[in-house]
């Protein structure tokens, strides 16, 4: 996506769930997911992250703990 839109922002998409699976995300699926988007933003490449199934964080309180070790990660402009 980077090389066929190099002059266009891009942003990352997560989802809060497994979606069809009808399962939750383990600890290490979500700070794993997570880690990656926020190692990429450091890197300059996606230009943020939009989060989906926000309801999650409410149904599951510690996704809401995981995010915020996650994002703590995120360099500082």
Do not use: C, H
Request: hydrophobic fraction near 40%; proline fraction near 6%; avoid cysteine.
């Amino acid at each position: 996506m980077l090389k066929k839109f190099p002059d266009k922002p891009i942003l990352g998409s997560l989802y809060l769930d497994a979606g069809s699976e009808g399962r939750w995300l383990t600890e290490q699926e979500f700070k794993g997911l997570l880690d990656f988007f926020v190692a990429k933003i450091n890197e300059g490449k996606p230009a943020g992250l939009r989060a989906f199934r926000v309801q999650s964080l409410i149904e599951r309180p510690e996704y809401v703990k995981w995010l915020k070790e996650s994002l703590a990660k995120l360099k500082k402009p």
